[in-house]
């Protein structure tokens, strides 16, 4: 939460872009302070997940004072207590690098998300500039230890091995910004 600013100038503009758009239910898996939540402007009803239930007090905070329709649940993103079918988008951002099994979480926000829904997400992966891509190998392992996150992430390759099917992905930053939209299978 103390980046709140330094996000929004960074990542704002691809949130935007990548979230923007989404209309009627939709579930934000790993919300944390609820960043993404300003984005989902169209959305119905939004509905923020996340594993810790101090960044949901935050996300909380975000959400009524955007006065959207919604809550937010402290939920393990593994095992979804949501009913199959239950939104039409599924979005996530900065979150997959961090899951335990990144590949069990996608399959979880497939089974939620609508057949005719989408799964848009916003990663950050390893750079496609030689010298970054260098960096974030070297340091990955104590990156990980000390924060839980894969540094070298590739979450286009964490996509396709969970099986879904990518309607299309952008990078920006030296490759170090990954968009995905993906549908259920």
Same mark, same amino acid.
């Given at each position: 939460? %103390? ?21 009627? *239910? ?11 939540? *300003? ?9 923020? $997940?996340? $594993? ?7 996300? *909380? ?22 009913? &199959?079918?239950s ?9 997959? !690098? ?21 799964i ?5 992966? *390893?750079?496609?500039? &030689? ?6 190998? %070297?340091? &990955? ?17 964490t ?12 990078? &920006? !930053? ?5 968009? $995905? ?5």
């Open positions: 939460d %103390r980046w709140r600013r330094l996000d929004r100038l960074f990542a704002g503009r691809y949130r935007r872009r990548q979230f923007g758009d989404v209309n009627d *239910r939709v579930l934000d898996v790993a919300c944390g302070t609820g960043r993404n939540f *300003r984005y989902l402007s169209s959305a119905t009803k939004v509905v923020g $997940i996340d $594993i810790s239930a101090d960044l949901l007090a935050h996300a *909380r905070d975000e959400l009524d004072a955007l006065g959207f329709d919604g809550h937010v649940q402290q939920m393990n993103t593994q095992a979804l207590d949501f009913p &199959a079918n939104f039409d988008t599924v979005v996530s951002s900065f979150a997959t !690098c961090t899951f335990p099994d990144p590949v069990a979480a996608l399959h979880e926000m497939e089974r939620v998300c609508h057949p005719d829904g989408e848009r997400l916003l990663e950050h992966s *390893r750079s496609d500039a &030689a010298l970054l891509a260098w960096l974030q190998d %070297r340091r &990955a392992e104590a990156h990980y230890a000390k924060n839980g996150c894969r540094l070298n992430h590739e979450p286009l390759r996509v396709q091995q969970a099986g879904l099917p990518v309607e299309d992905t952008s990078t &920006a !930053c030296c490759g170090l910004v990954t968009a $995905i939209d993906a549908t259920p299978r």
